[in-house]
Structures are given as structure tokens and as C-alpha cells.
């Protein structure tokens, strides 16, 4: 039966996803992508996931808005927005494996250094912010992949858990919001026969974040830490595999 049939596995995947992603703030379209593409076309794929991932967002950010570091939102999280949107407009032009591996190696050497507790902290300044949201938006938006980068980069400004998510949460808001009526306008007949996918989809990643956002005052910060490191560690490997495959 294929993918697309079987919705159960896309609820049950997507409920994983929400989860992980309420965790560590970015997840969704990780999680979620490699398993649509094995019924559909990657444009489609995108556009479908795109509705899911908003309302997860949406409902992270509600739960954690007021946890938003809002220096590092006003500077990172608008620039890493604006960035990834300029990144994405351009990944048809300027994308390639090169760069899926080079963002895979930059993500392996987040994670790992997290791992290892050998992290090489930013300072928490206006220019490193603007920077950092410039450049990780811009070559999340190339390659694909926002969330991931997204998170590595604020990983280096030291911030809390609950802190890190509400910011991250808060930049793919934007995302979002700019988005979605461009893939309605490009893929408005693809996303209404796809409809019981993004809904099961919706359902789910929404049941993950209700589960996973009370998790993040429990978890301690150096587990916390260790635990995104990894997740960044095998996104890095899965885009290396992907990239050159």
C-alpha cells in the first residue's frame, strides 16, 4: 500500500515529528518529507507539509510565547526568517548536493560538539544576531532545510530550552505565514486532493506538541543540549546520505 494510502503511518510519523519538534524546534518537515516523497513528487510533498507544519507552529508558539528571547527574535529570528524566504526563492537557481553536504558537515559539527560538550559559544550582540539569522536562513532556504540550521546557529547563543524553541518557533512563524499562499497559489489543486493527508498530518504533529512542549521544563539544560546535538548529528548524516545518493 503506499504511503499516501496509508494514513495511519503518516498520523503515527506525524505524531513523532510534532513531539520532536516541540522538543528541539525544528522536526516536522524532517521527519516528514522523506516519507511523502516516496509516493510523490517533492514539490508536491512541500506544499502538502506545509499546512501541517503551520499549524504546529502555530500552536507551539502560543504555548511557548512568552518564552520568546525577544532581542534575539527582534535581530536572529527576523533576519533567519527573511533570509530563509530570499534562500528559498533562490534554491532552484543556486541549489545543489555541494551545498546539502556542506550544510550536512555544518550540522554533524554542531551536533557533535554538543555531544562532546566542546561547543564554541556566540556572542549574544546585535551584529552576531543579524548575522547568524542572515546566513542560517539564507543556506537553510538553499538547501531545504531551515529548522535544523535554524537551530544549531541559536544553540551558540547560550539560550534556555524553553527559550530556544519559543525563538526558533517564532522565526518559522513568519515562515509560515509568508509561504503558504504561495504554494496555495503554485499547488492550491495538489493541497485539496491531498486533503485527508494534511489533515491526518495536522492531527498528529498537533498531538506530538501537546505532548512534547510540557517536556521541556523537565529536561535538564546539558541533557537538553545533548539531546538536540544529536538529533542535529543525524539530520547531518541523513542529508549526507541523501546528497549523495
Not at 1 to 23: D, K, P, Q, T
Not at 86 to 94: D, F, I
Not at 167 to 192: E, H, K, N, W
Not at 202 to 208: H, N, S
Request: charged share 10%; aromatic share 6%.
Amino acid at each position: 500500500m503506499a504511503v499516501f494510502e496509508s494514513l495511519w503511518v503518516v498520523g503515527a510519523a506525524s505524531v513523532l515529528a510534532g513531539a520532536v519538534a516541540a522538543v528541539s524546534g525544528f522536526g516536522i518537515g524532517s521527519l516528514l518529507t522523506p516519507l511523502l516523497l516516496l509516493s510523490m513528487p517533492i514539490a508536491d510533498a512541500v506544499a502538502i507539509l506545509a499546512l501541517p507544519h503551520a499549524v504546529a507552529t502555530t500552536i507551539r508558539w502560543l504555548r511557548l510565547r512568552a518564552d520568546v528571547d525577544r532581542p534575539t527574535f527582534r535581530q536572529f529570528g527576523i533576519a533567519s526568517a527573511v533570509g530563509g524566504l530570499v534562500g528559498a526563492a533562490l534554491q532552484a537557481t543556486l541549489g545543489s548536493p555541494v551545498l546539502t553536504i556542506v550544510l550536512a558537515s555544518l550540522l554533524v559539527t554542531a551536533g557533535t560538539t554538543e555531544l562532546a560538550n566542546r561547543r564554541v559559544p556566540l556572542p549574544r550582540t546585535p551584529t552576531w544576531r543579524l548575522l547568524g539569522g542572515v546566513l542560517s536562513g539564507v543556506f537553510g532556504g538553499l538547501v531545504g532545510n531551515q529548522g535544523g540550521i535554524r537551530a544549531a546557529a541559536l544553540l551558540g547563543f547560550q539560550l534556555p530550552p524553553r527559550q530556544l524553541v519559543a525563538t526558533a518557533t517564532a522565526a518559522a512563524l513568519l515562515v509560515d505565514a509568508a509561504r503558504l499562499p504561495i504554494y496555495f497559489a503554485s499547488a492550491g489543486d495538489v493541497i485539496v486532493a491531498a486533503a485527508p493527508l494534511w489533515l491526518t498530518s495536522a492531527v498528529g504533529v498537533t498531538i506530538g506538541t501537546f505532548l512534547g512542549v510540557p517536556a521541556l521544563s523537565h529536561i535538564p539544560e546539558t541533557t537538553y543540549r545533548r539531546l538536540v546535538g544529536g538529533l542535529l548529528a543525524v539530520l547531518g548524516v541523513a542529508l549526507f546520505a541523501a546528497a549523495v545518493t
